[in-house]
C-alpha cells in the first residue's frame, strides 16, 4: 500500500518578483522536495496586502510575477500545487479561531515582527492590526495544509515558532490533536544578505538581484556590491566574514577548494574585489541563464500559467476544508449545523411561522 505522503508547505508575499535570497533560502530546497511530499504552495496575497493595503494593483500584478518565478526555478505543477492564498477562505476563518489563543503581548515579542516593524515604519500607534496579526494567519496556512515541513530562510523561525505554539495550544485546549506540529527546514546558507550589505536581500529593500534579472543588470549589480568597507586597496588585508560577495560565492559556488583560496588572499591581502566581484558575476550568470530562459518561454503561455493557479488552488481549498472542519468539530462549534439539522425533524415550527406571519 502507498504510505500517504507528508505535507510541505511553504509561501511568499506578492509584493515584487522572487530573487535569491528566496532561491536559497527556500525555492531550491522546495524544487528538490516536490518529489518525495505533497507540496502546496501559497502566493500569500492576503499577507501582502497587510502592509500594502494602499496598493492592491501592485500584489495583483506580482501573483503572476511569483507564479512565473516558481514555473521558472522547476516547481512542477504536476508535484505541487501553487495556489492564492484570498481564494481560500477557510485560511482566513482558521485565523479567526487561532487569534484568540495567542496574546497581544506575544505578537508584539516575535522576533521577525520587530525587525520588520522598524523597517516598515507605519509610525507611532498606526501599526496595521492585520500586520501585528499576520504570524497568526501564517499559523492558519501552515495548519490548514496539515504540514509538516517548512522549507524556509532564517527569518521565518520565530513564524515557526509561533505556529508550533498555536498548535499546542489548540490541541490542548480542545483536547484533540486536530493540528500537525510543522518543523522548519533551513538551508545552511539560511538569510542571504542584499547588494548593500543590509542583513536581508528582500524585495522591500530594493537591494536584491532577482531570478529574471537580464545579464547586463546582474553584472552591474554585482559590480556595485558592498564589500569590505576597510579593504581600500587591493594590497590591503580584507574580511571575508560578513562580506556579501564571499556569502553569495558560497552560497552559488561550486568550487569550494577555489573559493576557499580566493578567502585566503584576500586575507592575506593582494586580492581585488573587482577579481573576486568578477568571478562572482560568473557563478550567478550560469545560475540564472536557464531560469531567465525558461520564465521567458512560461511568459508566452500566461493562460496556462492562470489555469495552473486555478487548479492548485482547487486542491487546497478542499483540504483547507477539511482542515477547517475538524477544527470546529474539536471546538464544538459546528453546532450550528446540527441544529438546523434538528430543525428539519420538527414539524410544529410551521405552525409557529404561520402565526408569526399573521
Ligand atoms: P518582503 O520584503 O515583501 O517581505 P521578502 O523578500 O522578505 O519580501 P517573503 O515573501 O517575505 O520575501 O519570503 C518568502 C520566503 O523566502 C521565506 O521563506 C523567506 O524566509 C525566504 N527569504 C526571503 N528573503 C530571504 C533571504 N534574503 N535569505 C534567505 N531566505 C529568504
Ligand atoms: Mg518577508
Redesign the pocket.
Known sequence: MDEKKKIIL????P??KL?L??Y???LKNRVSLQNQYDQYILI?DMQ?LTDNAGNPQKVRDNILEVALDYLASGISPKKTNICIQSMIPELAELTMYYMNLVSVSRLERNPTIKEELKLRKFGEGAVPVGFLTYPISQAADITAFGASLVP?????LPMLEQTREIVRKFNQTYKRNVLVEPQALVPEI???PGIDGKA??????GNAIYLADEPDVIRKKVMSMYTDPNHLRVQDPGNVENNPVFMYLDAFGTDKDKIAEMKEHYRRGGLGDVVVKKYLNEILQEVLEPIRIRRKEFEKYKPEVYKILELGTKNARQLASKTLANVKSAMGIDYAQSLFDESKKIRKWKIVIQKTKS
Open positions: 511553504t509561501g511568499d508575499r509584493t515584487g530573487h535570497g528566496h536559497v533560502g527556500s500569500a501582502a524556509v530562510g532564517e527569518d521565518q539560511s538569510r542571504l536581508k536581500m528582500s524585495k522591500s529593500l
